[in-house]
């Protein structure tokens, strides 16, 4: 099958977009509002973007709390979940109002970063901690602007559990990073299989 974006016809109960960009893994969002209220909350438009330096971005359907407080503070943190704490990362999906602490609302402990003041989850397997280097709308082909906001943030510094390390490396087997799928699809990523990149070498 095939199908114009521009006009959505195809035919399906739901747009097949998401569900074919997948898995997508799932920043866990923290922010601090001015009046100092700690937010929390989930984007699986996430990911690492390089690492010289380290950046990641994520972004927000519309002009969110999340987007509204690191426009006002400059931070924030991206929690990672493992399987085992999927439930809570849908408690914090409630469209809550600006003045409700997601932490607390779904049972979360909140913990202070070393460098910045945005909140992260001190329940998951790993966090980091961003200062937001750009935050914009793409333009889209029309002319106009996408409705999609995205951040930029570079990271200042990572929160590792140690209990997910072994031999050296990041055990994905004991982390099990929750990952979004299409519809209301998860997934994580415990089950691996290794690749090595190849050397090139000239055929005959």
Same mark, same amino acid.
């Given at each position: 099958m095939?199908?114009?974006?521009?006009t959505?016809?195809?035919?399906?109960?739901?747009d097949?977009?998401?569900?074919?960009?997948?898995?997508?893994?799932?920043?866990?969002i923290? /922010?601090l509002?001015?009046?100092g209220?700690p937010?929390?909350?989930p984007?699986?438009?996430?990911n690492?973007?390089?690492?010289?330096?380290?950046?990641?971005m994520f972004a927000?359907?519309?002009?969110k709390?999340s987007?509204?407080?690191?426009e006002?503070?400059?931070?924030?943190?991206a929690s990672?979940?493992?399987?085992?704490?999927?439930?809570?990362?849908?408690?914090?999906?409630?469209?809550?109002?600006?003045h409700?602490?997601?932490f607390q609302?779904?049972g979360l402990?909140? /913990?202070a970063g070393?460098?910045?003041?945005?909140?992260h989850v001190?329940?998951?397997f790993?966090?980091?901690?961003c200062?937001?280097?750009?935050?914009f709308?793409?333009?889209?082909?029309?002319?106009?602007k996408?409705?999609?906001i995205?951040?930029i943030?570079?990271?200042?510094?990572i929160?590792i559990?140690?209990?997910?390390?072994a031999?050296?490396?990041i055990?994905?087997?004991k982390?099990?990073?929750l990952?979004?799928l299409?519809?209301r699809?998860?997934?994580?990523g415990?089950?691996t299989?290794?690749?090595?990149?190849p050397?090139? /070498?000239?055929?005959?």
């Open positions: 095939f199908y114009e974006t521009g959505n016809d195809h035919g399906l109960p739901h097949p977009f998401k569900a074919l960009v997948s898995p997508r893994p799932i920043g866990w923290g /922010t509002a001015g009046d209220t937010n929390l909350a984007y699986s438009y996430f690492a973007i390089g690492d010289r330096p380290k950046m990641v927000s359907d519309g002009r709390d987007v509204a407080n690191i006002e503070t400059g931070e924030f943190s990672l979940a493992s399987r085992v704490l999927a439930e809570k990362v849908i408690a914090t999906s409630v469209d809550a109002p600006a409700i602490d997601e609302y779904s402990t909140a /913990t070393k460098l910045i003041s945005a909140p001190a329940e998951a790993a966090a980091l901690e200062k937001a280097v750009s935050i709308q793409p333009d889209t082909l029309e002319g106009g996408s409705k999609s995205v951040v943030g570079q990271v200042v510094g929160h559990d140690e209990g997910i390390i031999d050296g490396r055990d994905m087997a982390a099990a990073p990952a979004r299409g519809y699809d998860h997934s994580h415990a089950d299989f290794e690749l090595i990149r050397v090139w /070498t000239e055929k005959d």
